[in-house]
């Protein structure tokens, strides 16, 4: 069975630093892995996905993710958090031959000015 | 903006009530999905459409939600005699599947309608 864990409910980091939202996972097979983010009364936006290839994949907005096998884990990081990242950040997870995903709980981030 | 559309973005119905939901997805795609997500919890899966067919649903899907996708574009999720327990954002999201290649894109979601059921 599949199963996404984001062991941080809440983030908060101040403007200008470099932010980190941790996720793990578990699933048979390899993992089909992404992150979105929700803003209030928003539906859902993609931000990322790793399929297969460089374990560091680039998103929208500056965000990155570092996919880590032997720890599987899914890190999401940005280098310098704006004010504007603040947001609700889903981690999901799809398995090998699966059609839907499966979502972590998520981590709301706060940028503090 | 060509992105997912849900109607009605909010609604309030009473215990007992049916209601029913409708989803636009992005034109091009043939894969259709309905999520559910209640307070502080990720979003469910509920079921998937591929074109016109129906083909999962979650053990979530109890037998008072129906969903259906006639011409394998709009879709539409009915739940009858609501419950409390049903008020939730129902999230629909749509992808490219591309057949015998097996890849099947990341999925885009659209607002959501927030159902709450007194």
């Known amino acids: 069975a599949q199963s996404v864990a984001q062991p941080e409910d809440q983030v908060n980091v101040a403007e200008g630093n470099p932010l980190t939202v941790k996720c793990t996972y578990s699933?048979?097979?390899?993992?089909?892995l992404f992150w979105y983010v929700q803003y209030p009364n928003r539906g859902l936006q993609f931000l990322l996905k790793?399929?297969?290839?460089?374990?560091l994949v680039k998103g929208s907005y500056g965000f990155e993710a570092e996919f880590n096998k032997s720890q599987t884990s899914f890190h999401l990081k940005k280098p310098s958090a704006l004010v504007s990242d603040s947001a609700l950040y889903f981690c999901?997870?799809?398995?090998?031959?699966?059609?839907?995903?499966?979502f972590g709980t998520g981590t709301r981030l706060t940028v503090i000015p | 903006d060509t992105g997912v559309s849900q109607d009605p973005r909010h609604k309030i119905t009473k215990r007992g009530q049916n209601v029913t939901f409708r989803c636009d997805p992005i034109?091009?795609?043939?894969?259709l999905y309905w999520y559910r997500q209640t307070l502080g919890q990720g979003p469910e899966f509920l079921t998937y459409?591929?074109?016109?067919?129906?083909?999962?649903k979650s053990r979530l899907l109890s037998d008072r939600f129906s969903a259906e996708r006639p011409k394998g574009s709009f879709s539409t999720l009915e739940i009858q005699r609501t419950e409390q327990g049903d008020s939730a954002m129902y999230l629909c999201?749509?992808?490219?599947?591309?057949?015998?290649?097996?890849?099947?894109?990341?999925?885009?979601f659209g607002p959501g309608t927030r159902l709450t059921v007194t």
């Open positions: 699933v048979s097979g390899n993992p089909y």
């Open positions: 790793y399929i297969t290839g460089d374990n």
């Open positions: 459409f591929q074109n016109e067919a129906q083909l999962e």
């Open positions: 999201a749509s992808s490219l599947y591309l057949g015998l290649a097996g890849v099947s894109y990341e999925q885009y």
């Open positions: 999901a997870v799809r398995e090998t031959g699966a059609n839907n995903l499966f």
């Open positions: 034109s091009e795609h043939n894969r």
